[in-house]
């Protein structure tokens, strides 16, 4: 078991007094039997109202609404969480999906159709010629094998890319530019995986990096595939790797422009300015 801490700061800046609409804040981490929570606070300033709740899709979702004007909007999350994911690799898959290609089960795969909706014809064509430089159609290759290279090809053919614009790229906008960040990279590998048949879902949250932990850090993401006896297992392009025990979830969704960490509005004549900081250390 590791325990880490995680501090998740957030600064809206206004050239005038506005007056803040309500915000949805997704920074509580997602518990499991991998993932222990043992303290959590958000603070808000100014001083908020918070009414939680679960989304649709299991995330931890805090509304936070205003009643003073501002020019300032300051919220922090800090969290201690036990992680217990330290064999990544300690699942069974069911004996029927070991192998690839293979067919979800008919009640899988009603409730994972959402997750298996394929991009647009021009896309798909582009992916599915990108895939045929590591990976024939007839090859017989074992399903977990398949995704890693997928993971891998990505990490090694691609070159990172910090982005601090908002929004995320098309998987045809990164395949041509041939670069992204990892929210752009965690939808390449979604969208590849769904060509296959795969169900894969875009996770949200954060990773510890030893080397930069005392540096001021960023979120995280990367992308899930369901597979039939070991359940949504991670994969993170970025890093070229199965997501283990560094990895902190916070939200899930079949789409990654749904589950940004912070989203809201605001009233008022003025322009506004955005700083994020995050720190994840050992504890």
Known sequence: MQRYKIIHRTYYNYTNAVMLGAHSLRLRPREDHELRIESFTLRCSPE????????????????ATFSTQTQQLFIESEVILQQYNEAPLDFMVADYALNYPFVYQADDRFLLSPYMLLPE??????????????????????????????????????????????????????????????????????EAAKCLGFASRFVSGYLYAPLMSAQVGSTHAWAEVYLPGAGWRGFDPTIGDIVGKDHIPVAVAMNPESVPPISGSFAGNAESTLDVGVWVTLC
């Open 48 to 63: 908020a109202t918070l009414l939680w709740h679960r989304d649709v899709e299991g995330n931890s979702v805090a509304i």
């Open 121 to 190: 014809e021009e896309t798909r064509t582009l992916l599915n010629a990108w895939i045929f430089n590591f990976y024939k159609s007839n090859e017989a290759i074992q399903t977990y094998t398949l995704l890693q290279k997928i993971t891998s090809a990505i990490y090694t053919t691609l070159a990172y890319k910090v982005r601090e614009e908002p929004g995320v790229q098309s998987a045809k906008e990164t395949l041509t530019l041939g670069s992204g960040s990892c929210r752009d990279f965690a939808l390449l590998f979604m």
